[in-house]
């Protein structure tokens, strides 16, 4: 998908929500076990109560990779079901050396046809570029993520630079706002107005609004820019909202109108 | 597999030698293409030809991912095929917050059973803390890896101390030489010496042999402690040593055993 189009579905649906497909066994309505592939029914019930609500669909790929063979086929089905104008990123967090970046580009960009790949900056521009080298498709980079242990490496500093300014900066050298955007977390709302100063054009990928308690207002206030260029993740917070219930849809549908509904009095 | 058990073996069969298992469609002699499972039939025959030269295995995930349910089949029909006594790696550099790197974790460890797994260090410690409380498994960590883009990022200096070495120092308070080894590249050999004083116990992983261009004897004299401490990774430099030849299993025995005459030397 195209920058511009992302852009058009935000301000056509006044929504920038991604609901975050991070699909558990374990946590799913257990009457959901009957059906031959109960990932998939879940997915489906999800995407039919939220897509109206939301732009962009992110799978967790690491919940699928773990049932076996059997999860990558509850994934192709799940990004075949969603509907072509919705954005759609593997959350992956790949990236090695080149020619294996490729391969991995490869699985998500032709083997599945996602929009995006979440990856991983650490092994430098040999372990991104091969992502980048497909039209219309987008490598969403690790800046500052939201879990605790962004504190470990990402603010690392050399001389008054922390780590993750330093991946944001470089990266623009290989990739465009048009091809390339940011993971930036939730929980870090006071440096959303710094990071999109270093990278004003770029859209982020926010997570850690819901679960994670991050604090939405002061991203939305600090880090929107014209185009909005942000899109706000919610995964458990929206997906498992109805608890075991058989329709438990009405409640994940009320959970992503809710956060859309705010998301939408910013634009 | 215990640290004891891989220094026996390794002591054993007088070789540190990993095979690296990056089986590709397009690579692979075209008669195997008559099998059902042609990327397992190819690995099978490299491992009747390289088991009683090597101590480890290591699949590279992206080449697997890349064929979608299928790949993922023959992946676990190659692990099931290695012989116990034999260490396996999931190439696979993952990581991710904390829910998430459990479902890695638990992919590779308990679905496929390998014995370790490489981890990419950019979240910090919850992202690699899940790989380590499984028991008798491994989280190998991307240190200095063999890639032209490991300058970008991994040498960038606080004070003095590269991030490398940040990272190296730091994940010693997570994980201890019996359940952490780091990935170290052969392009590199300069600095095996100063990274053998920072983790003095830990094993290395070493790509970067053979197709990149590494420096065995500089990374073996630089980097070897009284355990051995050093895993010598090739692939594409063994394991398509033969060609399109349909006994292309004797050119992948030659290659492997010459890199494992001259490993034994140094034991």
């Not at 330093?166 to 048009?178: H, M, T």
């Not at 942000?230 to 329709?247: F, P, V």
Request: hydrophobic content about 35%.
């Amino acid at each position: 998908m195209k920058r511009s189009e992302l852009i058009h579905q935000i301000n056509l649906k006044k929504s920038f929500l991604c609901v975050g497909l991070d699909t558990d066994p374990a946590k799913i309505p257990s009457f959901l076990n009957d059906f031959e592939d109960p990932i998939f029914e879940f997915n489906k019930r999800v995407i039919d109560a939220t897509k109206d609500l939301c732009v962009a669909y992110k799978p967790n790929i690491a919940f699928y990779e773990s049932l076996g063979p059997k999860g990558w086929e509850s994934l192709e089905k799940t990004i075949d079901y969603i509907p072509d104008d919705i954005f759609t990123i593997a959350d992956a967090k790949r990236g090695d050396i080149g020619n294996t970046s490729k391969m991995y580009a490869k699985t998500f960009f032709e083997y599945f046809d996602f929009d995006a790949v979440t990856v991983a900056p650490y092994m430098g521009v040999d372990s991104v570029a091969p992502f980048l080298e497909f039209e219309d498709k987008w490598v969403i980079l690790l800046g500052l993520t939201s879990n605790k242990g962004s504190n470990d490496f990402q603010r690392i500093q050399s001389g008054s630079t922390p780590l993750y300014e330093s991946v944001i900066r470089k990266s623009q050298e290989w990739g465009s706002p048009e091809n390339l955007m940011y993971v930036i977390g939730a929980t870090h709302p006071e440096s959303f107005a710094e990071v999109r100063d270093m990278a004003k054009e770029h859209f982020f990928l926010v997570p850690g609004i819901g679960a994670q308690g991050g604090d939405l207002h002061g991203v939305v206030s600090n880090g929107k820019n014209d185009d909005c260029g942000l899109l706000i993740n919610s995964s458990r917070g929206i997906i498992y909202a109805g608890g075991d219930s058989e329709n438990f849809e009405v409640a994940v549908n009320k959970s992503a109108a809710e956060l859309q509904g705010k998301l939408g009095t910013y634009l």
